[in-house]
């Protein structure tokens, strides 16, 4: 063991015993999601410790649904706040409640959707509080509201907004009735502000990302950042003139970080709409795929930077960005770290928005779709060191058997060769890492004192394409294919195969639901999907009218078809679909591992260890090492050396040794979390809370929030 090693583990006893001497200590809080205002998740709590954490035990649960009949895609990506022990938390049915963080006793429940029955139902990713005095108020969105309530009692606080609740897509310069806005991320407070962002659609028609503020007390909007440009704004010369009238997305759905003491909000963007298609907004199209720093009190730009130029891959940046300083040549640095589906993290200075380490401006390949122009060079980080892979060469495809070998070899070698930031073209084109990351909504925690970064990432990847589709008149045959192609295939799949776990086949429709149901639908959406108010009366009867015909006389059309009518129609392009690169039995193409946890130095920028995340028992079984897997939800850092992080298909809940990435405890839990957990201390016991949600990667979905403790 290492000297520093040595140093760390005295350092962490020492403040165990003075920990556990003080019985009647203050209780630690875990006040906000992600820990603090700058999402470090990192407590100072060291109660459990390498030395005893093999001995953490269930000490309570709260079924949060009651015995309600749940959705098979039911997740909870929930990391709750505990303050003056109360955890507020949310259930599977978007239901808002407060239970003794002691005992898991019930407090209250507030159910948003009581009385508007069908409101769409959104991620949900935490819940904000806000007090002053005695005036305590919990805040959460639910469809397109923001909601306010007592946190005491539960109840609307009818002097907020429209009597406890302000509609989102009221302020954007859009028909509200006619766009589709959420806000799945808490919000973050700044003095008497709730900050916040949005998801948004992700083709034509999507609402615009603007970044918003709201008076606690009021609901009032009191700044608009547009994350699109307005003219005479920054930025308004990176898309075509007028852009700002109809273009969509750029927007904050991940999450955002507060410096209070600077008065700065950190805001990380999507991509502009439409995904995949950048044909019609050419430029850089600043602010989309950016790290934004905001006047918390003005909402005026103070630095921003772009980590993807003209964004035709949806490589959102998918976490709000840590706050954590950082030490080089004996100086004290400001840092932002903002995690990437990329697999790469962009180190900042948060005071100038610099790197700290250079990032080069790169050269990459040109689009060969007709009308798009990809942007000629990209960003491309070499420190601090990537978490995944950055390249899917030949000798990176998947080696588990010969079967797999062979089976990728031959998809492999009738795709694009891979290059960085290749656009994605007619012939089919390898997306490494694919569109689950990298990094995802969970980020990363850092622990505070040594500089240490965690991460846990997806290296899997996908082999995509775009492609010809011929778009007849309204009144033409083959109208209802095209809107359905441009509209829903993205996610539903050309030939109606879904793609799980986000959008289900469509190949039984019309023997699962009637017109008027999937009519409402589409209007008002529904689980994951979106409402699709922007689309005009006779395109959505086209699609119903197609979807119907064709998904119940054993398709008589492919969504790909073309109208009759052919020599009069306009050839577009559009993205195929989404489609994960697998092997002959379904694993990734690629070699493993799959799912990793890693430790990276922010000081010297250098990667310190990785470790599989996650298992294949059948794999294991099969005598192959342990792979890793797809995983979704973050870790936290304690003071006393340990990682803590659910997030994987096999259910397991583990604490790893922040030293080595040695797993040191490891729990089953009911059903798998792809959550963040939290700790807090109350009455001089620590505690570990977990939602376990299921719901995703062919899991099962549960409700259940589970805590531990040392006996």
Not at 25 to 45: H, Q, Y
Not at 621 to 636: V, W
Request: proline share 7%; aromatic share 12%.
């Amino acid at each position: 063991m290492s000297l520093h090693s040595l140093i760390f583990r005295w350092h962490a006893l020492v403040l165990l015993l003075l920990t556990s001497a003080a019985l009647a200590a203050p209780s630690a809080t875990w006040e906000v999601a992600g820990g603090d205002d700058g999402n470090a998740k990192f407590s100072t709590l060291t109660q459990i410790h390498r030395g005893n954490v093999q001995q953490l035990k269930p000490v309570w649960s709260y079924a949060s649904a009651k015995g309600a009949e749940l959705f098979s895609s039911s997740e909870l990506q929930l990391n709750p706040i505990v303050i003056d022990d109360i955890l507020y938390g949310r259930n599977p049915l978007h239901h808002v409640f407060a239970i003794n963080a002691e005992t898991g006793a019930e407090l209250w429940t507030f159910d948003p959707f009581a009385e508007e029955e069908g409101l769409l139902g959104s991620y949900m990713r935490g819940v904000t509080y806000w007090q002053h005095d005695d005036d305590q108020r919990l805040f959460f969105n639910a469809s397109h509201n923001m909601y306010a309530l007592n946190a005491r009692t539960g109840k609307l606080i009818q002097g907020f907004g429209d009597k406890g609740v302000v509609d989102l897509r009221q302020g954007l310069g859009r028909e509200p009735d006619k766009i589709s806005v959420y806000s799945p991320s808490p919000g973050v407070i700044y003095g008497d502000l709730i900050i916040l962002g949005s998801a948004v659609t992700e083709g034509e028609g999507a609402a615009p990302g603007d970044i918003r503020a709201y008076n606690v007390r009021s609901g009032r909007l009191v700044w608009s950042f547009h994350t699109i440009p307005h003219p005479g704004e920054f930025g308004y010369d990176t898309w075509p003139e007028g852009a700002w009238r109809s273009a969509g997305g750029a927007n904050a759905w991940a999450g955002l970080s507060v410096d209070k003491d600077n008065g700065v909000v950190f805001v990380p963007t999507g991509s502009p709409t439409p995904d995949f298609d950048g044909s019609q907004r050419h430029g850089a199209n600043l602010f989309g795929n950016s790290i934004i720093a905001l006047n918390a009190t003005t909402g005026k730009r103070i630095w921003h930077y772009q980590a993807v130029h003209h964004d035709i891959w949806d490589r959102d940046l998918s976490s709000a960005p840590t706050l954590v300083n950082i030490t080089q040549n004996g100086k004290t640095i400001p840092a932002l770290v903002q995690a990437s589906k990329q697999g790469v993290l962009y180190l900042l200075d948060r005071n100038t928005g610099k790197p700290i380490f250079p990032i080069e401006e790169v050269p990459v390949p040109a689009s060969d779709v007709p009308g798009e122009l990809a942007y000629p060079t990209q960003p491309r980080v070499t420190l601090p060191e990537p978490f995944t892979r950055q390249a899917f060469t030949p000798d990176q495809i998947t080696d588990i058997s010969a079967s797999a070998n062979a089976y990728v070899t031959k998809l492999y070698e009738a795709s694009q060769p891979f290059a960085y930031m290749r656009p994605i073209g007619l012939k089919p084109t390898i997306f490494f890492p694919g569109f689950y990351g990298g990094a995802n909504w969970g980020g990363g925690s850092v622990n505070a004192a040594t500089g240490i970064y965690f991460i846990n990432a997806t290296e899997t990847t996908h082999r995509i394409s775009i492609g010809p589709v011929q778009a007849p008149a309204g009144d033409r045959p083959g109208f209802g294919s095209f809107v359905y192609r441009k509209h829903c295939a993205g996610c539903h799949g050309v030939n109606f195969e879904g793609f799980y776990p986000y959008a289900p086949p469509l190949t039984d429709l019309a023997k699962r639901t009637n017109k008027k149901a999937a009519m409402s639908t589409i209007v008002r959406g529904k689980g994951r999907m979106m409402p699709f108010g922007n689309l005009p009366d006779h395109e959505r009867s086209a699609v119903l009218e197609y979807l119907w015909q064709a998904t119940d006389s054993g398709r008589e059309q492919t969504a790909g078809s073309s109208s009759a009518h052919k020599s009069e129609n306009e050839t577009v392009y559009m993205f195929n679909g989404y489609a994960d690169f697998l092997d002959d039995r379904g694993y990734p193409a690629n070699k493993p591992p799959w799912g990793t946890l890693t430790a990276v130095n922010l000081n010297s920028g250098k990667r310190l260890w990785q470790v599989p995340l996650g298992e294949f028992p059948q794999l294991t079984a099969e005598g192959i090492p342990i792979t890793g897997t797809r995983n979704y939800g973050g870790s936290i850092a304690t003071a006393s050396g340990l990682v803590f992080i659910a997030a994987t298909p096999d259910e397991k809940l583990r604490a790893f040794d922040q030293d080595n990435g040695e797993i040191l405890w490891e729990y089953q839990l009911p059903a798998a979390g792809y959550s963040t957990p939290s700790t807090y201390m109350i009455n001089g016991r620590q505690y570990l809370v977990v939602v376990c949600s299921g719901g995703k990667l062919g899991t099962a979905s549960g409700d259940q929030y589970l805590a531990f403790a040392l006996p």
